[in-house]
C-alpha cells in the first residue's frame, strides 16, 4: 500500500554554486560519509550530489511533515545496489518515523540529464 509519495527536481547548476561558495559545510550538513566517497567516485560529482540531495528531499515529502519534527537530511542514505539502483537506508528519526506510520519499505527513482536532475519516492507498507 501506498502511504506517501515525494518528488524533487533540482538544477545541477544550482548544486554546483553550492559546492563552490559552500562546499563543506553543505556535504558535511546533508550527506552521510558513505554518500562524500561515492560523491569521489561518480564520474559526474556535481550531478550525483544534487541526485542524492534530491532522493532525500523526496524521501522527506513522503512523510508530510516539517523540519520541527527533529528529522536531519543526513539520517537518509542513499547506496548503491547490487545493479547501480539507489537503495535508501533510513536512521534516526526518520527510521522511528517509518515504524510509527507502520511503513515497511521506502522505494527511490532518480534520473538527471541536461541541467536537472530529479528524484520520486515512495513510503510503504501495510498489507
Ligand atoms: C519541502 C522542502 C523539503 C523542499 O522545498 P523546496 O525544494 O524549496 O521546494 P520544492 O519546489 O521542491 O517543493 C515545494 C512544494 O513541495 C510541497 N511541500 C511543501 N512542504 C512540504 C512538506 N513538508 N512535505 C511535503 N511536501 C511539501 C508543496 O507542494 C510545495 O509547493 P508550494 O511551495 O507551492 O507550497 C523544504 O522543507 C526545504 O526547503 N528543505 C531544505 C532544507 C535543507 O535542509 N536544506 C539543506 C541546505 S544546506
Redesign the pocket.
Known sequence: MVMGI?????AISRMRD?LETSGK??MD??LTSYERERSETHHDRVAYVAMT?AAK?AI????????ETGVQ?KEIEVRDGEWGEPIPVLTGRFLELVSERKATRVLLSLSYDGDYAIAVATLAGGE
Open positions: 515525494g518528488v524533487d527536481i533540482i553550492i559545510v553543505f550538513k546533508v540531495f528531499e522527506f515529502k513522503t512523510f508530510g511533515i516539517g523540519w537530511l
